[in-house]
């Protein structure tokens, strides 16, 4: 793939699927979502190259920064394994007073306590994506999916319920 073809596709994903870095950063890195999103987008720039066509974009999308972010949160972890920990930073409203932004805030609270396969699971589900495409892009079956993705919400229901 030329330096062009590559520019060209990598432009034409960031305006098809913006969003999928940006939900993504602010799942795994409520307090500082903006240097993760950073640090997604120049994976997904040096993986260009090795994308094959085999899978959807989207699904290429998916993994790079599911995995960046999985990296990002291992290397977090031992930045500050000998720091005392801190609780996680609220996630701020997008417009304050706006009701669906309040329930969004609170719905992004709970999914920052899920366990991280419970998060990528319930991201997935939350962008609509099919159960065989899910399973695609983390390698579990679309049966394996369906369990978890039943445990995940109702320990999501239980989260969201606890926060004011």
Known sequence: MT???QETLFREWLAAHAGIPRKISRA???????DLHQAMLVQLWRSLP????????TTWIYRVC????????RDEAR?????????????????????????????YAAIHQLPPADRTLVLLL???????????IT??????????????????????????
């Open 139 to 164: 390698g579990l079956t679309p049966n394996a999916v369906g369990a978890r993705l039943t445990r995940a919400r109702a320990r999501l229901a239980q989260l969201i319920a606890q926060i004011p």
């Open 28 to 34: 795994y890195a409520p307090g500082d979502h903006d």
């Open 79 to 107: 930045r500050t394994r000998w720091l005392a920990p801190e609780p996680a930073p609220d996630v701020p409203a997008t417009s304050p007073g706006d009701e669906n932004s309040e329930r969004i805030a609170r719905l």
């Open 126 to 136: 939350l962008d609509q994506l099919p159960y065989a495409e899910i399973a695609e």
């Open 3 to 5: 330096s062009s073809a």
């Open 66 to 73: 599911l995995n960046t972010a999985l990296t990002w949160r």
């Open 50 to 57: 090795r994308f094959n066509g085999h899978c959807a974009a």
